[in-house]
């Protein structure tokens, strides 16, 4: 019989409702500010993969505004639990971002230093915005002070998984974000 990932759960953090719910509301605010700005027809949202897909998913079929997609891929925590610090570009952007106006879309800021390294890293290709969207957020852990601009929710110092977060590449297809029983670590 196939593994029960449920039956690895000890809580669950954020529901499926909330979800549902937080991202229409962020999806409400990025076609207000956008559709008030001059000359910002289109968005263009960059998520960081893999942990952002199910989210990013969610916030594009909730945005109106006319946007496009792109994707960046940086070294993970792997198998382990704790940050390295360490940030690498495993996959880069398709197309050039100068001139336009840019969402990073995270699915969680730990310590913030792979947000720190990936804002200077866009701002350097001179886009005419940068603004940043993260689901989750962990303040008790960040190391550095990073302006996010779209937050949607905040998670006590746990190691947390599901709607795309992973454990070692598992859990990213349940539906609401969840902490793991002890056990499933060791
Ligand atoms: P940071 O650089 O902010 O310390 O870490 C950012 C990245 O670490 C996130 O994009 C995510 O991939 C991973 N990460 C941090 N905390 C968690 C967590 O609680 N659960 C999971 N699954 N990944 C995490």
Redesign the pocket.
């Known amino acids: 019989m196939a593994r029960d990932l449920y039956a690895d759960i000890q809580e669950v953090l954020v529901s499926e409702e909330q979800l549902n719910q937080r991202t229409q509301e962020i999806a409400a605010e990025i076609d207000a500010r956008y559709g008030a700005i001059d000359g910002a027809d289109e968005i263009l949202l960059i998520g960081?993969l893999k942990?952002c897909y199910m989210f990013m998913a969610d916030l594009s079929r909730a945005i109106k505004h006319p946007h496009r997609v792109d994707f960046m891929a940086v070294s993970?925590?792997g198998n382990s639990t704790k940050?390295s610090g360490a940030v690498q570009i495993i996959l880069d952007l398709q197309k050039d971002i100068s001139g336009k106006h840019v969402i990073i879309v995270?699915?969680?800021?730990?310590?913030?230093?792979?947000?720190q390294y990936l804002r200077k890293n866009l701002i350097a290709r001179r886009p005419k915005s940068l603004e940043i969207c993260s689901l989750l957020s962990?303040p008790a852990r960040h190391k550095v002070e990073i302006p996010v601009d779209y937050l949607g929710f905040e998670v006590p110092d746990?190691?947390?998984?599901g709607y795309g977060?992973?454990?070692a590449q598992l859990y990213r297809n349940l539906p609401f974000v969840a902490i793991l029983k002890p056990e499933v670590f060791s």
Not at 106 to 115: P, Y
């Open positions: 960081v942990g993970s925590y940050t995270e699915d969680i800021i730990d310590t913030g230093l792979t947000l962990k746990e190691f947390v998984v977060l992973d454990f």
